[in-house]
């Protein structure tokens, strides 16, 4: 168990679509999220497909929505402990006020991409410390 405030713990995490199409650009919305909102350069990169060799990488699935979980789940029955959705994380440890289903903003205007974007950050920055603590990292 970590219980020192001042030892940081690296998260690594990746994205992977379960209906979207493999390596393809990605979209200019999200680029331009990216680089507004968070100072990054993806515009090299491209998407990638929600697979059982990407899964398995990693220790937690955190899915937009309960639906998309679900699909995961009952595609890869042996990875179901690690699949959830944003809302049933938000459920399991008891926070509120936060929207955990997150709806795809694919095809919709510039402005839904950013309402997107800040909903997944508040997602995450509310069950992070859940999460570390749940993996032995006060």
Request: proline share 3%; with cysteine; hydrophobic share 35%.
């Amino acid at each position: 168990m970590i219980d020192d405030p001042d030892t940081e713990a690296v998260v690594s995490c990746s994205s992977a679509g379960a209906f979207a199409r493999s390596e393809q650009p990605y979209s200019s919305d999200s680029v331009r999220i990216a680089k507004s909102m968070y100072k990054e350069d993806i515009s090299r990169g491209y998407t990638h497909i929600a697979i059982y060799e990407r899964l398995i990488e990693h220790d937690i699935v955190i899915c937009m929505t309960d639906q998309i979980a679900d699909f995961l789940r009952n595609r890869f029955e042996e990875l179901q402990d690690r699949i959830f959705s944003f809302s049933e994380l938000i459920e399991k440890y008891g926070i509120e006020g936060v929207n955990g289903e997150v709806e795809d903003p694919y095809g919709y205007e510039f402005s839904v991409y950013m309402d997107t974007a800040k909903q997944i950050e508040d997602n995450i920055r509310a069950l992070m410390p859940c999460l570390l603590k749940s993996w032995g990292m006060n």
